[in-house]
Protein backbone atom coordinates (compact mmCIF):
# COMPACT_ATOMS: atom_id res chain seq x y z
CA UNK A 1 0.00 0.00 0.00
CA UNK A 2 2.86 2.54 -0.15
CA UNK A 3 2.86 2.63 3.51
CA UNK A 4 -0.18 4.79 2.95
CA UNK A 5 -2.71 4.55 6.26
CA UNK A 6 -6.66 3.96 5.17
CA UNK A 7 -8.35 6.55 7.34
CA UNK A 8 -10.35 3.99 9.26
CA UNK A 9 -12.71 6.02 11.22
CA UNK A 10 -13.59 8.38 7.83
CA UNK A 11 -13.66 4.78 6.26
CA UNK A 12 -16.47 3.10 8.56
CA UNK A 13 -17.99 6.18 8.89
CA UNK A 14 -18.67 6.01 4.60
CA UNK A 15 -19.78 2.49 4.90
CA UNK A 16 -22.38 3.08 7.74
CA UNK A 17 -23.51 6.36 5.64
CA UNK A 18 -23.70 3.62 2.24
CA UNK A 19 -26.17 1.48 4.43
CA UNK A 20 -28.28 3.76 5.88
CA UNK A 21 -29.34 5.42 2.49
CA UNK A 22 -29.87 1.77 1.17
CA UNK A 23 -32.19 1.49 4.20
CA UNK A 24 -33.79 4.99 3.72
CA UNK A 25 -33.98 3.72 -0.48
CA UNK A 26 -35.75 0.42 0.76
CA UNK A 27 -37.99 2.53 2.90
CA UNK A 28 -39.47 4.17 -0.87
CA UNK A 29 -42.72 2.78 -0.67
CA UNK A 30 -43.76 5.29 2.02
CA UNK A 31 -41.44 8.51 0.33
CA UNK A 32 -44.92 9.59 -1.07
CA UNK A 33 -45.69 11.03 3.24
CA UNK A 34 -42.63 12.80 3.21
CA UNK A 35 -43.31 14.93 0.64
CA UNK A 36 -46.08 17.03 2.44
CA UNK A 37 -44.23 17.30 5.62
CA UNK A 38 -40.62 18.71 2.70
CA UNK A 39 -43.21 21.07 1.36
CA UNK A 40 -42.37 20.18 -2.09
CA UNK A 41 -43.61 17.30 -4.57
CA UNK A 42 -40.47 14.93 -4.97
CA UNK A 43 -38.92 15.96 -2.18
CA UNK A 44 -37.73 12.36 -0.42
CA UNK A 45 -36.52 12.21 -3.55
CA UNK A 46 -34.37 15.32 -3.38
CA UNK A 47 -33.12 14.32 -0.03
CA UNK A 48 -31.82 10.66 -1.34
CA UNK A 49 -30.28 12.55 -3.80
CA UNK A 50 -28.30 14.60 -1.15
CA UNK A 51 -27.77 11.58 0.68
CA UNK A 52 -26.08 9.96 -2.25
CA UNK A 53 -24.05 13.45 -2.99
CA UNK A 54 -23.05 13.12 0.27
CA UNK A 55 -21.21 9.52 0.28
CA UNK A 56 -19.80 11.20 -3.00
CA UNK A 57 -18.18 13.64 -0.93
CA UNK A 58 -17.30 11.32 1.50
CA UNK A 59 -15.36 9.18 -1.39
CA UNK A 60 -13.50 11.87 -1.88
CA UNK A 61 -12.87 13.48 1.31
CA UNK A 62 -11.22 9.95 1.79
CA UNK A 63 -9.24 9.73 -0.96
CA UNK A 64 -7.91 13.21 -0.48
CA UNK A 65 -6.70 12.21 2.66
CA UNK A 66 -5.40 8.66 1.46
CA UNK A 67 -3.67 10.16 -1.27
CA UNK A 68 -2.97 14.05 -0.39
CA UNK A 69 -2.90 14.29 3.05
CA UNK A 70 -1.50 17.89 2.63
CA UNK A 71 -4.68 19.12 1.54
CA UNK A 72 -6.74 17.75 4.62
CA UNK A 73 -4.82 21.41 6.19
CA UNK A 74 -7.09 23.39 4.16
CA UNK A 75 -10.06 25.28 4.97
CA UNK A 76 -12.28 24.04 2.38
CA UNK A 77 -11.37 20.51 3.59
CA UNK A 78 -12.53 21.20 6.53
CA UNK A 79 -15.29 22.88 6.27
CA UNK A 80 -16.41 20.22 3.36
CA UNK A 81 -15.44 17.00 6.03
CA UNK A 82 -18.13 18.64 9.19
CA UNK A 83 -20.81 19.49 6.11
CA UNK A 84 -20.32 15.78 5.16
CA UNK A 85 -20.39 14.29 8.71
CA UNK A 86 -22.85 16.09 9.67
CA UNK A 87 -25.03 15.25 6.85
CA UNK A 88 -23.78 11.61 7.14
CA UNK A 89 -25.13 11.35 11.24
CA UNK A 90 -28.56 12.94 9.65
CA UNK A 91 -28.91 9.54 7.34
CA UNK A 92 -27.72 7.42 10.06
CA UNK A 93 -30.25 8.68 12.46
CA UNK A 94 -32.60 8.79 10.17
CA UNK A 95 -31.97 5.08 8.49
CA UNK A 96 -32.54 3.86 12.29
CA UNK A 97 -35.36 5.99 12.93
CA UNK A 98 -37.66 4.53 10.53
CA UNK A 99 -36.62 0.94 11.20
CA UNK A 100 -37.67 1.77 14.90
CA UNK A 101 -40.41 3.79 14.09
CA UNK A 102 -41.84 2.14 10.50
CA UNK A 103 -43.57 -1.11 12.70
CA UNK A 104 -44.01 -5.04 11.84
CA UNK A 105 -46.04 -4.44 8.56
CA UNK A 106 -43.72 -1.38 7.29
CA UNK A 107 -40.37 -3.30 8.13
CA UNK A 108 -41.82 -6.34 6.20
CA UNK A 109 -42.30 -4.69 3.17
CA UNK A 110 -38.66 -2.95 3.84
CA UNK A 111 -37.05 -6.12 4.17
CA UNK A 112 -38.36 -7.02 0.49
CA UNK A 113 -37.07 -3.99 -1.32
CA UNK A 114 -34.12 -4.50 0.58
CA UNK A 115 -33.58 -8.09 -1.01
CA UNK A 116 -34.42 -6.15 -4.36
CA UNK A 117 -31.85 -3.40 -3.41
CA UNK A 118 -29.19 -5.81 -3.05
CA UNK A 119 -27.58 -5.39 -6.30
CA UNK A 120 -27.51 -1.83 -5.60
CA UNK A 121 -25.77 -2.07 -2.58
CA UNK A 122 -22.78 -3.66 -3.90
CA UNK A 123 -22.83 -1.15 -6.48
CA UNK A 124 -21.88 1.14 -3.82
CA UNK A 125 -19.60 -0.60 -2.15
CA UNK A 126 -17.87 -1.67 -5.34
CA UNK A 127 -17.30 1.83 -6.73
CA UNK A 128 -15.94 2.72 -2.92
CA UNK A 129 -13.65 0.27 -3.08
CA UNK A 130 -12.43 0.54 -6.50
CA UNK A 131 -12.29 4.43 -6.18
CA UNK A 132 -10.48 4.99 -3.41
CA UNK A 133 -8.38 1.71 -1.97
CA UNK A 134 -7.83 0.03 -5.05
CA UNK A 135 -5.72 2.49 -6.76
CA UNK A 136 -3.81 2.42 -3.69
CA UNK A 137 -1.97 -0.58 -4.57
CA UNK A 138 0.75 0.02 -7.42
CA UNK A 139 1.03 0.23 -11.10
CA UNK A 140 -0.59 2.72 -13.71
CA UNK A 141 -2.61 0.40 -15.13
CA UNK A 142 -4.09 -0.86 -12.17
CA UNK A 143 -5.46 2.88 -11.63
CA UNK A 144 -7.12 3.47 -14.88
CA UNK A 145 -8.88 0.08 -14.67
CA UNK A 146 -10.03 1.10 -11.45
CA UNK A 147 -11.63 3.99 -12.81
CA UNK A 148 -12.96 2.52 -16.14
CA UNK A 149 -14.65 0.12 -14.01
CA UNK A 150 -15.76 2.61 -11.32
CA UNK A 151 -17.00 4.59 -13.98
CA UNK A 152 -19.35 1.54 -15.17
CA UNK A 153 -20.82 0.77 -12.37
CA UNK A 154 -21.72 4.07 -11.65
CA UNK A 155 -23.67 4.27 -15.19
CA UNK A 156 -25.39 1.02 -13.97
CA UNK A 157 -26.31 2.08 -10.08
CA UNK A 158 -27.71 5.66 -12.15
CA UNK A 159 -29.47 3.55 -14.35
CA UNK A 160 -31.78 1.41 -12.07
CA UNK A 161 -32.66 4.71 -10.40
CA UNK A 162 -32.96 6.65 -13.42
CA UNK A 163 -33.17 4.66 -16.93
CA UNK A 164 -31.08 5.83 -19.40
CA UNK A 165 -32.54 3.99 -22.25
CA UNK A 166 -35.33 6.35 -24.58
CA UNK A 167 -38.79 5.88 -23.51
CA UNK A 168 -40.68 5.53 -26.70
CA UNK A 169 -44.14 3.72 -28.31
CA UNK A 170 -42.93 0.52 -30.46
CA UNK A 171 -45.18 -0.94 -32.33
CA UNK A 172 -48.83 0.42 -34.41
CA UNK A 173 -51.79 -0.59 -31.98
CA UNK A 174 -53.78 -3.33 -33.15
CA UNK A 175 -57.34 -3.66 -32.54
CA UNK A 176 -58.45 -7.62 -31.80
CA UNK A 177 -61.85 -8.41 -32.13
CA UNK A 178 -62.01 -10.62 -28.68
CA UNK A 179 -66.05 -11.46 -29.25
CA UNK A 180 -67.53 -9.49 -27.11
CA UNK A 181 -65.63 -6.02 -27.33
CA UNK A 182 -62.63 -4.48 -29.21
CA UNK A 183 -58.74 -4.54 -27.48
CA UNK A 184 -56.45 -2.03 -28.72
CA UNK A 185 -53.07 -3.60 -28.06
CA UNK A 186 -49.50 -1.78 -28.63
CA UNK A 187 -46.58 -1.70 -26.97
CA UNK A 188 -44.15 0.53 -25.32
CA UNK A 189 -39.88 0.29 -24.91
CA UNK A 190 -40.41 -0.57 -21.01
CA UNK A 191 -42.36 -0.95 -18.41
CA UNK A 192 -45.48 1.69 -18.46
CA UNK A 193 -49.08 2.46 -18.58
CA UNK A 194 -51.88 2.55 -21.39
CA UNK A 195 -54.48 4.07 -22.27
CA UNK A 196 -56.80 4.89 -25.78
CA UNK A 197 -58.82 8.25 -26.04
CA UNK A 198 -61.48 8.80 -28.33
CA UNK A 199 -65.12 10.73 -28.57
CA UNK A 200 -68.49 8.98 -28.61
CA UNK A 201 -71.70 10.28 -28.10
CA UNK A 202 -70.50 14.01 -27.78
CA UNK A 203 -68.10 12.54 -24.60
CA UNK A 204 -64.30 12.21 -24.29
CA UNK A 205 -62.92 9.30 -22.97
CA UNK A 206 -59.93 7.95 -21.51
CA UNK A 207 -59.76 4.41 -20.90
CA UNK A 208 -56.96 2.50 -19.42
CA UNK A 209 -55.14 -0.61 -19.22
CA UNK A 210 -56.09 -2.07 -16.19
CA UNK A 211 -57.01 -5.15 -13.92
CA UNK A 212 -60.12 -4.67 -11.80
CA UNK A 213 -59.22 -0.82 -11.06
CA UNK A 214 -55.54 -1.43 -10.69
CA UNK A 215 -53.75 0.29 -13.96
CA UNK A 216 -51.46 -1.85 -15.25
CA UNK A 217 -47.74 -0.23 -14.87
CA UNK A 218 -45.25 -3.93 -14.66
CA UNK A 219 -45.35 -4.70 -18.41
CA UNK A 220 -44.34 -3.63 -22.39
CA UNK A 221 -47.33 -5.17 -23.61
CA UNK A 222 -50.98 -2.60 -23.11
CA UNK A 223 -54.56 -3.93 -24.03
CA UNK A 224 -57.48 -1.72 -23.58
CA UNK A 225 -61.30 -3.31 -23.90
CA UNK A 226 -63.40 -0.93 -25.26
CA UNK A 227 -67.03 -1.46 -26.72
CA UNK A 228 -67.60 -2.42 -30.14
CA UNK A 229 -70.42 0.78 -30.86
CA UNK A 230 -67.41 3.26 -29.16
CA UNK A 231 -64.90 2.13 -31.23
CA UNK A 232 -66.73 0.94 -34.39
CA UNK A 233 -65.49 3.56 -37.29
CA UNK A 234 -64.14 5.74 -34.64
CA UNK A 235 -60.74 7.52 -34.55
CA UNK A 236 -58.55 7.29 -31.69
CA UNK A 237 -55.51 7.94 -29.97
CA UNK A 238 -52.66 5.60 -27.83
CA UNK A 239 -50.47 7.02 -25.21
CA UNK A 240 -48.21 5.70 -22.17
CA UNK A 241 -46.40 6.88 -19.45
CA UNK A 242 -43.25 5.02 -18.30
CA UNK A 243 -43.39 3.75 -14.44
CA UNK A 244 -39.98 3.60 -13.23
CA UNK A 245 -40.79 2.28 -10.00
CA UNK A 246 -44.91 1.11 -8.45
CA UNK A 247 -45.49 1.01 -4.63
CA UNK A 248 -48.28 0.22 -2.34
CA UNK A 249 -48.03 4.35 -1.76
CA UNK A 250 -47.58 6.31 -4.70
CA UNK A 251 -45.16 5.39 -7.25
CA UNK A 252 -42.26 6.74 -9.52
CA UNK A 253 -43.21 7.87 -13.04
CA UNK A 254 -41.17 9.49 -15.71
CA UNK A 255 -41.88 10.47 -19.49
CA UNK A 256 -45.54 9.96 -21.54
CA UNK A 257 -45.84 9.88 -25.22
CA UNK A 258 -48.54 9.32 -27.85
CA UNK A 259 -49.60 8.57 -31.51
CA UNK A 260 -52.26 8.81 -33.37
CA UNK A 261 -54.84 9.55 -34.32
CA UNK A 262 -56.19 6.41 -35.90
CA UNK A 263 -58.86 5.81 -37.96
CA UNK A 264 -60.52 2.84 -36.97
CA UNK A 265 -62.89 1.18 -39.91
CA UNK A 266 -64.90 -2.01 -39.89
CA UNK A 267 -65.85 -3.26 -43.16
CA UNK A 268 -69.59 -4.87 -42.99
CA UNK A 269 -70.67 -5.27 -46.71
CA UNK A 270 -71.50 -8.20 -48.73
CA UNK A 271 -68.12 -7.27 -50.41
CA UNK A 272 -65.31 -7.54 -48.04
CA UNK A 273 -61.65 -9.40 -47.97
CA UNK A 274 -58.86 -10.52 -45.03
CA UNK A 275 -55.50 -11.30 -45.36
CA UNK A 276 -54.35 -14.91 -43.71
CA UNK A 277 -51.34 -15.12 -42.17
CA UNK A 278 -49.95 -18.14 -40.58
CA UNK A 279 -46.63 -19.38 -38.77
CA UNK A 280 -44.14 -16.64 -39.12
CA UNK A 281 -41.84 -17.86 -36.86
CA UNK A 282 -39.76 -15.23 -36.49
CA UNK A 283 -39.62 -14.69 -40.35
CA UNK A 284 -40.94 -11.26 -40.72
CA UNK A 285 -38.84 -10.00 -43.56
CA UNK A 286 -40.50 -12.68 -45.81
CA UNK A 287 -44.15 -12.59 -44.63
CA UNK A 288 -44.37 -9.18 -45.24
CA UNK A 289 -42.81 -9.35 -48.80
CA UNK A 290 -45.54 -12.13 -48.90
CA UNK A 291 -48.26 -10.11 -47.88
CA UNK A 292 -47.24 -6.41 -50.38
CA UNK A 293 -48.62 -9.17 -53.53
CA UNK A 294 -51.81 -9.20 -51.58
CA UNK A 295 -52.96 -5.91 -52.33
CA UNK A 296 -55.60 -3.95 -49.76
CA UNK A 297 -57.52 -5.62 -47.43
CA UNK A 298 -60.48 -4.85 -44.46
CA UNK A 299 -59.34 -7.09 -41.62
CA UNK A 300 -56.25 -9.42 -40.63
CA UNK A 301 -56.87 -13.18 -39.55
CA UNK A 302 -53.96 -14.62 -37.68
CA UNK A 303 -53.94 -18.39 -37.22
CA UNK A 304 -50.60 -18.09 -34.87
CA UNK A 305 -46.97 -19.71 -34.66
CA UNK A 306 -44.89 -15.90 -34.53
CA UNK A 307 -42.25 -17.64 -32.47
CA UNK A 308 -40.38 -21.08 -31.35
CA UNK A 309 -42.71 -20.09 -28.04
CA UNK A 310 -43.61 -17.89 -25.28
CA UNK A 311 -40.32 -17.39 -22.95
CA UNK A 312 -40.50 -14.04 -22.76
CA UNK A 313 -42.89 -11.06 -23.12
CA UNK A 314 -40.34 -9.79 -25.39
CA UNK A 315 -40.58 -12.25 -28.01
CA UNK A 316 -44.86 -11.34 -27.98
CA UNK A 317 -43.68 -8.03 -28.34
CA UNK A 318 -41.38 -8.39 -31.20
CA UNK A 319 -43.06 -11.36 -33.29
CA UNK A 320 -47.50 -10.68 -32.37
CA UNK A 321 -47.86 -7.50 -31.62
CA UNK A 322 -45.70 -4.97 -33.72
CA UNK A 323 -46.82 -8.16 -36.23
CA UNK A 324 -50.36 -7.17 -35.81
CA UNK A 325 -50.05 -3.54 -35.67
CA UNK A 326 -47.64 -3.06 -38.97
CA UNK A 327 -50.55 -5.51 -40.89
CA UNK A 328 -53.70 -3.44 -39.62
CA UNK A 329 -52.02 -0.84 -39.48
CA UNK A 330 -54.76 0.23 -36.38
CA UNK A 331 -57.14 0.74 -38.98
CA UNK A 332 -58.54 -2.79 -39.74
CA UNK A 333 -59.63 -5.22 -37.20
CA UNK A 334 -57.94 -8.42 -36.41
CA UNK A 335 -59.10 -11.72 -35.41
CA UNK A 336 -56.49 -13.91 -33.90
CA UNK A 337 -56.18 -18.03 -33.30
CA UNK A 338 -53.43 -19.16 -30.60
CA UNK A 339 -51.09 -21.38 -32.35
CA UNK A 340 -49.35 -24.49 -30.69
CA UNK A 341 -46.50 -22.44 -30.11
CA UNK A 342 -47.93 -19.88 -27.99
CA UNK A 343 -48.88 -22.41 -25.77
CA UNK A 344 -45.05 -22.95 -24.80
CA UNK A 345 -42.97 -21.39 -22.23
CA UNK A 346 -43.20 -19.18 -19.06
CA UNK A 347 -44.95 -15.97 -20.66
CA UNK A 348 -47.51 -18.66 -22.33
CA UNK A 349 -49.80 -18.40 -19.44
CA UNK A 350 -49.89 -14.46 -19.22
CA UNK A 351 -50.55 -13.90 -23.02
CA UNK A 352 -54.08 -14.21 -23.47
CA UNK A 353 -54.77 -11.75 -20.74
CA UNK A 354 -52.35 -9.21 -21.96
CA UNK A 355 -53.80 -9.31 -25.29
CA UNK A 356 -56.90 -8.68 -23.83
CA UNK A 357 -58.60 -11.55 -24.11
CA UNK A 358 -61.08 -13.74 -21.32
CA UNK A 359 -60.47 -16.86 -23.84
CA UNK A 360 -59.14 -17.68 -27.08
CA UNK A 361 -62.22 -19.84 -28.53
CA UNK A 362 -65.08 -16.76 -29.32
CA UNK A 363 -67.11 -15.78 -32.18
CA UNK A 364 -66.75 -12.62 -34.17
CA UNK A 365 -69.06 -11.10 -36.91
CA UNK A 366 -68.69 -8.94 -39.58
CA UNK A 367 -71.93 -7.81 -41.69
CA UNK A 368 -73.66 -10.89 -42.85
CA UNK A 369 -70.47 -13.19 -42.18
CA UNK A 370 -69.51 -14.77 -38.98
CA UNK A 371 -66.42 -16.72 -37.55
CA UNK A 372 -65.77 -19.14 -35.04
CA UNK A 373 -62.52 -19.15 -33.41
CA UNK A 374 -61.02 -22.19 -31.74
CA UNK A 375 -58.58 -22.96 -29.76
CA UNK A 376 -56.21 -26.46 -30.84
CA UNK A 377 -53.97 -25.96 -28.28
CA UNK A 378 -51.24 -28.03 -28.48
CA UNK A 379 -50.77 -31.08 -30.99
CA UNK A 380 -49.64 -33.96 -28.54
CA UNK A 381 -50.70 -35.27 -25.67
CA UNK A 382 -50.44 -33.10 -22.27
CA UNK A 383 -47.60 -35.35 -20.53
CA UNK A 384 -45.56 -35.02 -23.65
CA UNK A 385 -42.16 -34.72 -22.59
CA UNK A 386 -41.74 -31.34 -24.49
CA UNK A 387 -44.27 -29.97 -21.82
CA UNK A 388 -42.57 -30.77 -18.58
CA UNK A 389 -45.42 -31.51 -16.86
CA UNK A 390 -46.64 -27.51 -17.63
CA UNK A 391 -49.85 -28.51 -20.02
CA UNK A 392 -53.33 -28.93 -19.34
CA UNK A 393 -54.91 -28.29 -22.49
CA UNK A 394 -57.23 -31.06 -22.63
CA UNK A 395 -59.30 -29.88 -20.24
CA UNK A 396 -58.99 -26.68 -22.17
CA UNK A 397 -60.09 -28.34 -25.29
CA UNK A 398 -63.18 -29.97 -23.27
CA UNK A 399 -64.22 -26.71 -21.99
CA UNK A 400 -63.81 -25.46 -25.36
CA UNK A 401 -66.13 -28.27 -27.09
CA UNK A 402 -69.12 -27.75 -24.46
CA UNK A 403 -69.06 -24.17 -25.06
CA UNK A 404 -68.75 -24.86 -28.89
CA UNK A 405 -71.47 -27.00 -28.48
CA UNK A 406 -74.13 -25.10 -26.89
CA UNK A 407 -72.98 -21.75 -29.57
CA UNK A 408 -75.37 -20.68 -31.60
CA UNK A 409 -74.29 -18.90 -34.95
CA UNK A 410 -75.85 -15.23 -35.83
CA UNK A 411 -75.48 -15.84 -39.64
CA UNK A 412 -75.81 -18.85 -41.85
CA UNK A 413 -72.59 -17.92 -43.98
CA UNK A 414 -70.07 -19.39 -41.72
CA UNK A 415 -66.41 -19.93 -41.48
CA UNK A 416 -64.38 -21.86 -38.71
CA UNK A 417 -60.42 -20.83 -37.64
CA UNK A 418 -58.39 -23.19 -36.08
CA UNK A 419 -54.33 -23.46 -35.87
CA UNK A 420 -55.15 -26.73 -36.92
CA UNK A 421 -57.39 -28.16 -38.59
CA UNK A 422 -58.07 -31.25 -36.70
CA UNK A 423 -59.24 -28.54 -33.58
CA UNK A 424 -57.90 -31.49 -30.98
CA UNK A 425 -55.16 -33.09 -32.67
CA UNK A 426 -54.86 -35.67 -29.49
CA UNK A 427 -57.56 -36.20 -28.95
CA UNK A 428 -60.26 -38.10 -31.25
CA UNK A 429 -63.29 -38.28 -29.66
CA UNK A 430 -62.87 -33.90 -28.80
CA UNK A 431 -61.86 -33.79 -32.47
CA UNK A 432 -65.03 -35.78 -33.74
CA UNK A 433 -66.92 -33.31 -31.13
CA UNK A 434 -65.75 -30.24 -32.57
CA UNK A 435 -66.04 -31.14 -35.89
CA UNK A 436 -69.63 -32.97 -35.59
CA UNK A 437 -70.67 -29.12 -34.48
CA UNK A 438 -69.07 -27.68 -37.42
CA UNK A 439 -71.52 -30.00 -39.46
CA UNK A 440 -74.36 -28.87 -37.62
CA UNK A 441 -74.16 -25.60 -37.66
CA UNK A 442 -73.31 -25.75 -41.57
CA UNK A 443 -69.80 -23.89 -41.26
CA UNK A 444 -68.52 -23.37 -45.00
CA UNK A 445 -64.77 -23.51 -44.50
CA UNK A 446 -62.32 -24.22 -41.99
CA UNK A 447 -59.26 -21.94 -42.59
CA UNK A 448 -56.16 -23.29 -40.48
CA UNK A 449 -52.18 -23.16 -40.29
CA UNK A 450 -49.72 -25.40 -38.78
CA UNK A 451 -48.26 -27.44 -41.21
CA UNK A 452 -46.06 -24.90 -43.02
CA UNK A 453 -47.78 -26.07 -46.36
CA UNK A 454 -50.25 -24.09 -48.72
CA UNK A 455 -52.84 -26.66 -49.68
CA UNK A 456 -56.45 -27.50 -49.55
CA UNK A 457 -56.77 -31.03 -47.54
CA UNK A 458 -57.76 -33.40 -50.27
CA UNK A 459 -58.11 -36.69 -49.12
CA UNK A 460 -54.20 -37.61 -50.11
CA UNK A 461 -54.35 -39.95 -47.42
CA UNK A 462 -56.68 -42.55 -45.51
CA UNK A 463 -57.13 -40.34 -42.51
CA UNK A 464 -57.95 -37.20 -44.79
CA UNK A 465 -60.36 -39.35 -46.73
CA UNK A 466 -62.18 -40.80 -43.91
CA UNK A 467 -62.64 -37.32 -42.57
CA UNK A 468 -63.82 -35.93 -46.21
CA UNK A 469 -66.20 -38.78 -46.72
CA UNK A 470 -68.19 -37.70 -43.38
CA UNK A 471 -67.73 -34.25 -43.82
CA UNK A 472 -67.93 -33.37 -47.01
CA UNK A 473 -69.64 -29.91 -47.12
CA UNK A 474 -66.51 -27.90 -45.53
CA UNK A 475 -63.80 -26.77 -47.22
CA UNK A 476 -60.47 -27.15 -44.96
CA UNK A 477 -57.61 -24.64 -46.09
CA UNK A 478 -54.02 -24.89 -44.80
CA UNK A 479 -52.15 -21.21 -44.94
CA UNK A 480 -48.71 -21.87 -46.25
CA UNK A 481 -46.77 -19.84 -43.69
CA UNK A 482 -42.51 -20.36 -43.37
CA UNK A 483 -41.39 -22.98 -45.20
CA UNK A 484 -38.14 -22.74 -44.64
CA UNK A 485 -37.04 -21.08 -48.09
CA UNK A 486 -40.47 -19.42 -48.83
CA UNK A 487 -42.92 -17.30 -47.08
CA UNK A 488 -46.86 -17.96 -48.47
CA UNK A 489 -49.51 -15.67 -47.66
CA UNK A 490 -53.43 -15.89 -48.44
CA UNK A 491 -56.30 -13.42 -48.73
CA UNK A 492 -59.64 -14.27 -48.30
CA UNK A 493 -62.36 -12.74 -50.03
CA UNK A 494 -66.43 -12.93 -49.50
CA UNK A 495 -69.45 -12.14 -51.05
CA UNK A 496 -73.11 -12.79 -51.07
CA UNK A 497 -72.83 -15.54 -53.70
CA UNK A 498 -69.18 -17.48 -52.36
CA UNK A 499 -66.13 -16.81 -51.06
CA UNK A 500 -62.41 -17.13 -53.10
CA UNK A 501 -58.99 -18.04 -51.29
CA UNK A 502 -55.65 -17.14 -53.03
CA UNK A 503 -51.84 -17.75 -51.81
CA UNK A 504 -48.91 -15.84 -52.80
CA UNK A 505 -45.19 -16.14 -51.67
CA UNK A 506 -42.88 -13.94 -50.80
CA UNK A 507 -41.40 -13.77 -54.18
CA UNK A 508 -44.31 -12.75 -55.66
CA UNK A 509 -45.25 -16.66 -57.07
CA UNK A 510 -49.10 -17.73 -57.24
CA UNK A 511 -49.23 -20.63 -55.32
CA UNK A 512 -53.00 -20.84 -55.81
CA UNK A 513 -56.41 -19.67 -56.77
CA UNK A 514 -59.75 -20.77 -55.86
CA UNK A 515 -63.59 -20.01 -55.79
CA UNK A 516 -66.23 -21.48 -53.52
CA UNK A 517 -69.83 -21.01 -53.08
CA UNK A 518 -71.49 -20.88 -49.57
Same mark, same amino acid.
Given at each position: MNNRRIPAIMSALLFLTVIAVTVFHA??????????NLRFTGGAMGLFLLLCFNIGLLCCL????LYKPALCESGVYKAAKVISYIISAVSIILAAGIVIFGGRETNSVMLLYLKKDLPLVTAFLIIIILLIFFPALYGKRQKVA??????I +? @??????????????KITSEPAVFDTGSDYSVVFSSSSRSTGY??????GKDYKVYSQIDGRITGDRLIHSVNIPYEHLRNNSY???STRVIEEFSYGS?????? +? @??PFDFKVNDSAEQSYLLVSDWHTYLKQAYDAVSYLGDYDAVLLLGDPSPGMDFEEQAVNYLVEFAGRLSKGEKPVVYVRGNHETRGNFASYLPGYLGYEKLYYSADFGPYSFVVLDSGEDKPDDHIEYGGMTDYYTNR??????FDSFEPHSDKIIVLSHAWQVSEPEEELSAKAWDRIKEIGARAVLSGHTHECRFIDGRNEAEEAHLLKYPDTVIYNDGGHSGKTYTASKLTLNEKGFAIEAVDNNGKRILSKEFEW
Open positions: YRMVWVFFDPTGIRAILLSA +T @ALGFLGVIFPLSPFVEYEYGRIGRTGKTV +T @AGLRMTEW
